[in-house]
């Protein structure tokens, strides 16, 4: 959208320059930045707006160096316009002469250079035409700018200077009564750029029994919290990326936790179990006859996609103050953050419902907030990408039915059929796995490894094993401290650490054909100890574009 300033003229001489990006010495397609200069003032903007196509949102500039202001403006539709102003800028950069440079469209020049973020930057500027212009903030104090050059390698470089008979009628104007403060300017331009979903905000996960459900969908005692939620339909390639934001809010324990969707692409979901009994969805039935509801895929029923698998910290937060060390300031929560673009095609265009569970006993609980966020564009990975659930054993409904996955104490230990409607080429098996329970001898502290077979064929081999725990002992202040100079949050793990994601692994399963296939997840689990038993949380889902 253009805005008009009116008919303003100057008798200063005006000039318009183009600069083009290149890269590696050669050019590259990108929106050219236009700058219109005059004594005094100049304006930055791109040819897009210009020529009256912009692609939102869009930031110009606006520099006054008579008062050393810079207005920055953002359009964040055809009729939505922020803007702010800047007393610091063009103060704030130091340059260092390195005499003569090379002649650029007939205009001999000076060199000048400077950092920004550990980045050299070389200017090439000209005193010739009397004005101050540069197609960013770098150099406006210097003269006319006629190549920005970033690492030696990429930069800016003017293709054009015009001379205008006067200053141009159709550039923004500048209300000082609308400006917002530069902080808030810059939060709604960043949040423009791409979407936001929220899903939880300071929500309650705990052990309630009785517990019931507000705003917010509530199973398994309070130990699984959900919510429907629109997603709009996205341009192909995209990202999305789920955040979780917790701290405890009573419990002190180091806790599994899991943000999953469920699926709908059968008759029967988990929802149906969540709601009507956990008994009545289909069930895995081990060796030793214990049956598990709802983990995993059979003809008419699909179990949830794991999105995230997280582990709560010991009492981040809520214990802070319980111990107090030298050189040990705790952590106020932990953020999760994690690349999801790969579960776009089921989210996408549609209403979803989406879940948070951790496994606790306390009434109090932990404390969440939940969002996604899709972001246009760039997706290296998941582009395009289908997605089918086959199995996730991490009990979420812990606390509604489903017992501890314990199937993998006999050999076969998991195994499921499925089938695919057509042939699919480069298939892969997005794994999640995790070991838990027993002491010192349980499959949480000893390495094992994971065996997954498809059609009797071994695929993969691998042991799932995480040694860096240690980083993240100041998320947990009432973590156990042992006589060894030790903490429990410190000690290594079966794929996981207390405050930590983790994260899934893609297994090349290669083309499969129309029809059924049979997949095996084998995992040596360690023998019960006590009152305490091992076994092994894993979610798989098929990947395939």
Known sequence: MIFCLGNSSFAQETYKITYHYFRDGAMIKQDPIVVFATQGKSFVTRESQ????????????????????????????????????????????????????????????????????????????????????????????????????????????AASIEKLKSWTKDLPQINESNLLDELSYRDVLWKSKFIQIPIFQDAQICFQPGIKSDSILRFAEGTVIMKKVKVPSVENGAQAFIQLVEKSNGDAYDRTGSVFLISEDQKTTFLDGMKNGMETLPAYVDSAGTKYPGMVRTDGFSPVLELM???????????????????????????????????????????????????????????????????????????????LPLFNTTNVMEMGGQTYPTMFAFEKGLELKFNVPNDIKGAK?????????????????????????????????????????????????????????????????????????????????????????????????????????????????????
Not at 475 to 503: A, E, Q
Not at 521 to 543: D, M, R, Y
């Open 309 to 387: 698998r997280f582990f709560t910290p010991f009492g981040v937060s809520h214990f802070n103050d319980r111990l107090k060390l030298k050189g040990k300031t705790w952590q106020d929560s932990v953020i999760y953050r994690q690349d999801v673009s790969e579960f776009l095609s089921v989210m996408a265009g549609k209403e979803i419902y989406i879940g948070t569970y951790i496994g606790n006993y306390d009434k109090g609980g932990h404390k969440v907030s939940l969002e996604l966020t899709i972001h246009p564009g760039g997706s290296n990975y998941a582009d395009g990408m289908k997605i």
């Open 50 to 157: 210009v020529s009256g196509q912009p692609r939102y949102p869009l930031e110009v500039s606006s520099y006054d160096y008579t008062k050393d202001l810079v207005y920055r403006i953002s359009y964040l539709s055809d009729s939505k316009m922020i803007s702010t102003v800047d007393s610091n800028t063009l103060k704030k950069y130091q340059y260092e002469d390195e005499g003569q440079g090379k002649e650029i469209l007939k205009h001999k020049t000076k060199k000048a250079v400077t950092s920004v973020n550990s980045n050299k930057i070389e200017l090439l500027y000209t005193n010739d035409l009397k004005i101050n212009a540069a197609p960013n903030d770098l150099g406006q104090t210097l003269g006319l700018v006629l190549e920005y050059r970033r690492n030696g390698n990429s930069g800016l470089v």
């Open 429 to 545: 098996l997005r794994y999640i796995t995790t070991g838990h329970g027993g002491w010192g001898n349980g499959d949480e502290f000893v390495p094992k490894p994971n065996r997954i077979f498809l059609d009797g064929t071994l695929k993969t081999q691998f042991t799932p094993w995480r040694l860096d725990c240690g980083s993240y002992r100041l998320y947990n202040p009432v973590s156990g401290n042992f006589d060894d100079g030790l903490s429990s949050s410190d000690l290594s793990r079966s794929n996981w650490c207390p405050g930590t994601i983790t994260n899934p692994v893609f297994i090349e399963l290669g083309d499969l054909a129309a029809g059924e296939h049979t997949i095996r997840i084998q995992i040596p689990q360690g023998p019960k100890e006590g009152e305490s038993s091992s076994f092994w949380n894993v979610s798989g889902a098929l990947v395939y574009q």
